[in-house]
């Protein structure tokens, strides 16, 4: 019941009346003992709500005749969906899971996050032979899953079934353009997301040290909090460049996106995202982001509407020297800055939800 005054208040500010929501989850003092107090995010949880459902759904789907039941929630190839076993069109997705971070870039990693991801690679290897997650396959009418390397834990005889789409989107009337004809003086770089490893925070700093070193009138501000805070703090302090960094903490949407307006660029060099829904917020408000090849915003990004890049068979020391070499070209260049917000606003249409839904429908 996590949404529902958000939700209800939406629906009423928008004056929507043609859309129902069914609330369910268990009570409280049950999801305490399945989460525990150390882990909100309980795989234990995720399973058994999917059992729930399908039995809180029963009454609705005998009294209203759906044309489909779609599966959106949670967002993951390791839990299969009972909803599939209803006598109704069943759309799986979309799920992600199979992005995976390089091995060459986990060296610095800690020893649980090395873990935590060797645990991850190792339950996405049962998807395959998981005699539910068949189950779900086969009952499916269409498979909506992230990227192709989701794709690749689904059995190749259901690929037939399969189409990549990413879970994320954003509403047209978000969009603002910015004015072009403005600049700093101070180049601005910013970086949104929780700061933990696999967001790529120790990449933002190394490549803001090299940016540093050719040029003075650059600055960063790190929007977002995390266990790993204090550590990358100290990182930037022994490389000298913390008085250029503005550290916000978690900050509100609206301060967000005026960052973004004030920004010339977002560093997000994630090592595993499967969304990215950060990245169109940023494209939404005219701001370039320089990002790598993987998960969500390698789909989202290209080299049009900022810098994309490649991490094949590359280290950490190789992609830092790319990507400064690749803003470097922008912070001498304001015609490439230019041509980047302008192809910012012409790629966030690829994502605009309505679009993505008329898509998805009009297939089935």
Request: charged residues 25%; contains cysteine.
């Amino acid at each position: 019941m996590n949404n529902k005054k958000n939700i209800e208040q939406f629906l009423d500010e928008k004056k929507i009346t043609n859309l129902h929501f069914h609330y369910f989850d268990y009570p409280n003092w049950l999801i305490n003992i399945i989460k525990g107090k150390f882990n909100p995010n309980s795989y234990l949880y995720f399973f058994i709500w999917q059992i729930g459902i399908f039995f809180s759904t029963r009454s609705l789907v005998k009294k209203i005749k759906f044309d489909f039941i779609q599966h959106v929630t949670f967002v993951s190839l390791r839990f299969p969906s009972f909803l599939c076993l209803y006598n109704t069109p069943f759309i799986f997705g979309p799920v992600s899971g199979g992005d995976i971070i390089p091995q060459q870039l986990m060296k610095k990693f800690s020893f649980y996050n090395k873990f935590t991801e060797f645990l991850r690679i190792l339950s996405n290897k049962y998807i395959k032979i998981s005699p539910l997650m068949n189950l779900t396959f086969f009952k499916s009418n269409k498979i909506l899953v992230n990227n192709s390397e989701t794709k690749k834990l689904i059995p190749i005889k259901y690929h037939y079934k399969v189409e990549e789409m990413l879970a994320v989107g954003i509403d047209k009337s978000t969009t603002k353009e910015i004015k072009l004809d403005k600049y700093n003086k101070i180049f601005n770089i910013c970086f949104a997301g929780n700061l933990i490893e696999l967001k790529g925070i120790s990449i933002v700093l190394k490549t803001f040290l090299r940016l540093k070193e050719k040029n003075n009138n650059i600055k960063l501000t790190i929007m977002g909090s995390g266990p790993y805070k204090a550590k990358f703090i100290k990182e930037a302090i022994k490389y000298q460049i913390n008085n250029d960094i503005t550290w916000l903490g978690k900050i509100e949407r609206n301060k967000v996106l005026s960052v973004f307006k004030n920004s010339d660029l977002l560093l997000y060099p994630a090592l595993r995202d499967s969304g990215g829904f950060v990245v169109l917020e940023a494209l939404s408000q005219s701001l370039p982001v320089a990002t790598l090849n993987i998960g969500g915003p390698g789909q989202i990004v290209d080299n049009e509407c900022g810098i994309k890049i490649s991490v094949n068979k590359k280290n950490e020391n190789e992609i830092i020297f790319e990507l400064s070499s690749e803003i470097e070209k922008l912070i001498n260049n304001k015609d490439i800055i230019d041509h980047k917000r302008k192809k910012s606003l012409e790629k966030i249409n690829d994502f605009n939800w309505e679009n993505k839904v008329l898509r998805l429908y009009k297939q089935l």
